[in-house]
């Protein structure tokens, strides 16, 4: 189904930030989900279309629900303390007028400030990552373990579309082209969290959960191709091995498609909880657009 066409047929008289919000969300949904959430929501939105300042008031919801709402959530999803306190700071932020400036100019500052240390791996990650650095064979196995968390990252990024509520909601603030500029660092921060966030817990839980599954993959590979780095008499040698035992991995990990599904089921375990919570606050977010007159 064409979700520009739909959202924007004009016999709808759909709200432009109602449509943007709409078309955005459902098309990063596989497209069975998408016509799904389409069809009880399509006599809720018709007859939304108002004046501009209803308009703009709609998207200050949009942007209101990002600093006080999204953003936490992915913030408290992280686990980390100090994430968690920026977490209770920005819910403690005063609710923005739905006219003039929605927030004070200092949120501009605070979000990248924020953004910035979502994008730092937790120390948990590293701390377990050093635990077999004393192991050149077992060094390679948490690498690939760790490259199975990417994977797992991103195909659950675009399967689940664990970013698409904020996506929406960007999407209908950038209806009101005069506040989607003036306010483009917070929403790019807020995406930012959101992505940092989702990335180093699936990289972490694959990291923790799978290692010793790679182990048991990587390690025998290793062990029947004789790699042995004592060997190496220069810089230059070591090097030449270590891609070697590199190459060796990847196929040993390519090779067990079962892996990458387990990776897959672990790195949702670990934020989709937080997914389906971002997704019940937007579908709340949508009521209130809609509702507002």
């Given amino acids: 189904m064409d979700m520009h066409r739909y959202w924007n047929d004009p016999a709808h008289?759909?709200?432009p930030a109602i449509a943007a919000f709409l078309e955005t969300w459902c098309e990063s949904m596989p497209d069975d989900q998408g016509r799904h959430w389409l069809q009880p929501l399509e006599g809720v939105v018709r007859d939304t279309r108002s004046g501009a300042g209803v308009q703009t008031a709609r998207c200050i919801q949009a942007l209101d629900w990002l600093v006080r709402e999204y953003a936490p959530l992915w913030l408290e999803a992280d686990g980390r303390p100090q994430?968690?306190?920026?977490?209770?700071?920005?819910?403690?932020?005063?609710?923005?007028?739905?006219k003039g400036a929605p927030f004070a100019a200092s949120t501009r500052s605070q979000m990248r400030t924020i953004s910035v240390a979502c994008s730092v791996l937790p120390d948990a990650y590293f701390d377990r990552v050093s635990r077999v650095t004393d192991s050149t064979?077992?060094?390679?196995?948490?690498?690939q373990a760790s490259v199975l968390g990417v994977a797992a990252s991103q195909a659950i990024k675009s399967t689940a579309a664990g970013?698409?509520?904020g996506s929406a909601a960007v999407a209908a603030i950038a209806t009101d082209p005069a506040l989607a500029e003036d306010w483009n660092p917070v929403t790019s921060g807020v995406l930012s969290i959101a992505t940092s966030t989702m990335h180093g817990?699936?990289?972490?839980?694959?990291?923790?959960?799978?290692?010793?599954?790679?182990?048991?993959?990587v390690v025998?590979?290793?062990?029947?191709?004789g790699v042995d780095f004592s060997q190496a008499r220069s810089q230059a040698q070591f090097e030449k091995t270590w891609r070697k035992?590199?190459?060796?991995?990847?196929?040993?990990?390519?090779?067990?498609?079962a892996l990458y599904d387990e990776a897959w089921r672990t790195g949702w375990d670990a934020i989709g909880g937080t997914v389906e919570a971002a997704q019940s606050s937007a579908f709340e977010l949508l009521v209130r657009m809609v509702e507002q007159r």
């Fill in 163 to 165: 970013d698409s509520a």
């Fill in 201 to 217: 817990r699936i990289l972490l839980a694959v990291h923790e959960g799978l290692t010793p599954r790679v182990d048991a993959v």
């Fill in 13 to 15: 008289a759909t709200c």
């Fill in 137 to 143: 064979q077992l060094a390679v196995a948490s690498e």
């Fill in 220 to 225: 025998p590979a290793l062990e029947r191709a």
């Fill in 83 to 98: 994430l968690a306190e920026h977490a209770t700071a920005l819910r403690g932020l005063r609710a923005p007028s739905l």
């Fill in 245 to 257: 035992v590199r190459r060796i991995a990847e196929q040993a990990v390519d090779g067990d498609e």
